[in-house]
């Protein structure tokens, strides 16, 4: 890997560390122990004051036998690992919580050596509430020689408790704690499963482990950096080829933080540094650049990815894409396009596995071809363990395995009402099952042509044939889909929110196929959604077009296809939101302002560019046969991009000599 001096920048962090630390400081935490274990007095560790923990009034300790301290006189320990709390029976710290929601439980773990006890022996396992965090770690397993443990927990009541289980005979011990609230914000309770592609929901209800939080191209940062107190190593020992990175760095004062990133989300001095290609500008489009991680296979990940285009000098330049393991996670991602404007943040979150029956996860950015820069980036990188169905972190044990808790008899009362309620409750609802299959069988079909909900399943890129028959017939047109590349799967009511019940005032067009309205999605996403009229039959054969073309098109110079809704028997898709408009608004009809020369070659270039991938690039060549200036759209640069494959026919093969070309199509979005 290339090198670049980080003098200047290790100076800035210095600096920041010392006089800038109020910048940091706009988050200030309700929640905040910093407990310094078997410690008899105040220590200070990377800018931060722990107490300790038998002085601190907010915290209970319990155990079922006596706990003793332990210091070393060891002056070349970091201070926070000179003490410790060794515990010979089960012993808990009770929190009180003063804020719900996700909380740092952060543990330092050391073992003094001279201590009455050997703590290199000892084996130790640590629960919540409702998690274990560490089942039966010991320091002869472990190659290094302290052990720091990060965790985000989503706190539901007003305490937290943390319990420390001796194993096999031993004790356990431990040097600090952390407990630390977390920003509402900072994890969502959704991302973007891979392989297959699909929104994971439910995030808020499982526990995080930190395993991996990389500065790209930057120095070690620590919470005297960070607004959160995490930890951000430098990357180089991840990659898998050094010399295919190069280090970029701009002054931290150039990032412009925007409202739905912040200092939190990462701070500055992440955002400010980066991996580039190595070899910029490689006629190989498969040269990518490559970080490695070891991993358990038996959990899935938490991937969230860093990115703020430092590199380029100009809007739209820098195009690439984003791999986790072999599955493609972000398709000719423009950096800046998306941010507004350079030196901007950006982030994106992933739910991902190993590769497949492997202890490995790798992480790849690679440039696209079709962009006028051939390069890549990325900024930083967080990977976290997501506890697994018996709400583990470490191991198959559940906290009721490890901690056994006998009924008492207020619960066996409750679990009786309970069994009686949920039987009664079953009873109804097939009740209500049965009263509502009935009543639909007795109903009489109604006129027109309603339309089958799509039956997603498999991971076929292959979408079955479509049968349409006229209405004469009075057959319903029948739609069957085998993909799940379709994106994200939208409830309906997801749908109305985001159109405000299809407010005629968001009317953007309508054409042969239905509606298209503007929808703005719950993270700020505005769109365009399309919803199709089920007595059209044009518009069914262009729904069913626009699907088979979509679900195998990807292109920068190609109106995206986000997702679907099949609920209620509706038929409609969501796509990426053109800001700007038909190009045809923009040259005559309307009041707005003209197109700069410069800006129509630009637009003429990526039109050309979008068909010339239509008749060239796909695996066959596909004919629009309804190219006009409503379906040239334009986005919020001006970028072009063709839209409106309803009518489009897939090119000749080698026995064929003509494709019909015959006028089509309809004024619209």
């Keep these: 890997m290339e090198k ?12 920041l560390g010392f006089i800038g630390h109020g910048s940091y400081a706009s988050f200030t ?22 107490v300790p923990d038998s002085v601190q009034s907010s915290i209970v300790l319990k155990s079922q036998a006596n706990s003793v301290t332990a210091v070393s006189s060891s002056t070349a320990l970091p201070p926070i690992y000179q003490s410790a709390r060794i515990f010979s029976g089960i012993a808990s710290y009770k929190f009180e919580i003063e804020q719900e929601g996700r909380h740092w439980v952060r543990l330092y773990f050391y073992p003094i050596s001279n201590s009455s006890h050997d703590l290199t022996s000892a084996s130790i396992t640590v629960v919540t509430d409702s998690f274990v965090l560490l089942n039966n770690f010991t320091f002869k ?15 539901t009541s007003d305490t937290l408790t943390l319990t420390f289980i001796p194993s096999n005979n031993s004790v356990a011990f431990v040097n600090a704690i952390e407990v630390v609230s977390v920003p509402n914000e900072i994890f969502p309770d959704q991302a ?117 285009d430092i590199l380029s000098t100009s809007l739209n330049n820098l195009v690439f894409n984003l791999f986790i393991n072999s599955d493609i996670a972000l398709e000719s991602l423009d950096l800046s396009s998306l941010a507004g404007d350079l030196n901007v943040p950006y982030y994106k979150d992933f739910i991902s596995n190993s590769s497949a029956d492997s202890d490995v996860l790798t992480v790849s950015v690679g440039p696209d071809t079709m962009a006028d820069v051939t390069n890549a980036i990325m900024n930083g990188l967080e990977i976290m363990r997501i506890s697994n169905g018996a709400k583990s972190l470490d191991g198959l044990s559940s906290v009721e395995s490890l901690l056994p808790q006998p009924p008492t008899k207020r619960n066996m009362i409750g679990i009786i009402i309970g069994c009686v ?24 079909p109604t006129q027109g042509h309603p339309w089958l909900p799509l039956p997603l399943y498999g991971n076929s890129q292959t979408m079955t044939k ?49 509606r298209v309205y503007k929808g703005t999605l719950e993270d700020g996403t505005k769109v365009a959604v399309k919803r199709g009229n089920p007595r059209s039959e044009q518009g069914l054969a ?14 920068r110079h190609l109106v995206s296809l986000i997702g679907y809704c099949d609920e209620r028997s509706e038929m409609i898709l969501v796509y990426e939101y053109m800001a700007n408009g038909p190009l045809r608004s923009h040259l005559y009809g309307t009041d707005l302002p003209s197109l700069s020369w410069k ?43 063709v839209a409106d494959f309803g009518l489009s026919k897939t090119g000749p093969a080698l026995d064929q000599t003509h494709v019909s070309t015959a006028v089509k199509g309809s004024f619209g979005y």
């Design 4 to 15: 670049v001096k980080w003098g200047p920048l290790i100076l800035a962090v210095i600096l």
């Design 29 to 50: 935490p309700v929640d905040n122990y910093l407990i310094a274990c078997g410690s008899s007095k105040n220590l200070t560790f990377q800018g931060r004051t722990f």
């Design 141 to 155: 397993n472990y190659n290094g020689s302290y052990l720091f443990k990060e965790y985000a927990i989503n706190v």
């Design 192 to 308: 973007l499963a891979l392989s297959p592609s699909a929104p994971f929901s439910g995030l808020s209800e499982l526990a995080l482990e930190t395993v991996y939080r990389l500065n790209m191209g930057g120095p070690l940062l620590t919470a005297q950096n960070d607004t959160l107190g995490r930890t951000w190593e430098n990357d180089e020992k991840y990659l898998h080829v050094n010399s295919s990175a190069k280090n970029l760095s701009v002054n931290p004062g150039n990032i412009k933080y925007i409202t739905a990133v912040t200092t939190e989300t990462a701070p500055n001095l992440v955002y400010s540094t980066a991996e580039s290609m190595g070899n910029a500008n490689v006629s190989n489009g498969n040269f990518n650049i490559t970080w490695v991680f070891s991993v358990d296979p038996d959990f899935m990940y938490f991937v969230r990815v860093h990115f703020c």
């Design 421 to 444: 309620v949920g039987a009664s409750v079953a009873v109804v609802f097939i009740i209500l099952c049965i009263c509502c299959f009935v009543a639909r069988r007795s109903k009489t």
């Design 466 to 514: 479509m049968s349409t028959t006229s209405q004469k017939s009075g057959t319903a047109s029948c739609i069957s889909l085998a993909s799940t590349n379709l994106g994200r799967l939208f409830m309906f009511q997801e749908i109305m929110d985001a159109t405000n019940k299809f407010d005629e005032s968001l009317l953007l067009g309508v054409g042969g196929f239905g």
């Design 542 to 555: 262009e729904f069913r077009t626009e699907i088979e073309m979509l679900s195998k098109l990807r292109h």
């Design 599 to 641: 800006q129509r070659l630009e637009i003429c270039i990526g039109a050309a560019r979008g068909l010339h991938y239509l008749h060239t690039g796909a695996a066959q060549s596909i004919i629009h046969r309804d190219v006009k200036t409503t379906n040239i759209l334009l986005d919020e640069n001006f970028v072009a991009k």
